[in-house]
Every structure is written in structure tokens, then in C-alpha cells.
Nanobody, 118 residues
Framework: QLQASGGGLVQPGGSLRLSCAASGTIFSISNMGWYRQAPGKQRELVASITSANSTSYVDSVKGRFTISRDSAKNTVYLEMNILKPEDTAVYYC??????????????WGQGTLVTVSS
């Protein structure tokens, strides 16, 4: 129900844009965002955005990453600039989705690999 795309290999200092589109039966979506998991490390919340477009970021990406969403397309984006080798990880999108007015669940995308290396 969440399809992520946009990962790849980029040199340090480069940029990438991740996208994650929700599909299926959707009444509304509240929070959306991105986690990442680097090899040998725990998954960490990178950025999130509410339905009112309030954003939050982990300290290590502030000033470099920008999260945004297109509610009409049920899509969340992560613009990543000035990428560093330590940003290398599998990035997972998530969304708090209400399929109906009475149900809600947390859904995950399949993960997209971002590799920052020269």
C-alpha cells in the first residue's frame, strides 16, 4: 500500500529525492515520514510530516534534508542534499492511514537503498 522509490548510488555532497506513494482504499492519512536503517544499526526516524504539514527531523539531517507531501497524490517526499557516507542506509517510508473513517493503521513501504560513496 506504500511504494517507495528514488534510492540509488550518489557521491558525497550529492542529492537524491525519495518518493513514497500510498495506494488502495484511503479515507485519510495523518502522519507520514521516513525511517532509515544502516548496516549494524537500529532503525531511526529521519523525518516526519503531519497532515497540517508540520515537520520534524533527526538532528543529523537538519539543514540538509527536506520532507514534504502532496496530499492530493497521497505521496510523501524526502529531498536529501549534501549527502554524507553516514547517510547510507535502507530508507523506509511509513504512513498512518485510515482506510475508513473508523479504522487506522501504520503502513510501511518496502525500503529503498541509498548509498553515498565515491
Amino acid at each position: 500500500q506504500l511504494q517507495a522509490s528514488g534510492g540509488g548510488l550518489v557521491q558525497p555532497g550529492g542529492s537524491l529525492r525519495l518518493s513514497c506513494a500510498a495506494s488502495g482504499t484511503i479515507f485519510s492519512i495523518s502522519n507520514m515520514g521516513w525511517y532509515r536503517q544502516a548496516p549494524g544499526k537500529q532503525r531511526e526516524l529521519v523525518a516526519s510530516i503531519t497532515s497540517a504539514n508540520s515537520t520534524s527531523y533527526v538532528d543529523s539531517v537538519k539543514g540538509r534534508f527536506t520532507i514534504s507531501r502532496d496530499s492530493a497524490k497521497n505521496t510523501v517526499y524526502l529531498e536529501m542534499n549534501i549527502l554524507k557516507p553516514e547517510d547510507t542506509a535502507v530508507y523506509y517510508c511509513f504512513g498512518s492511514i485510515k482506510p475508513t473513517s473508523r479504522t487506522i493503521g501504520n503502513y510501511w513501504g518496502q525500503g529503498t537503498l541509498v548509498t553515498v560513496s565515491s
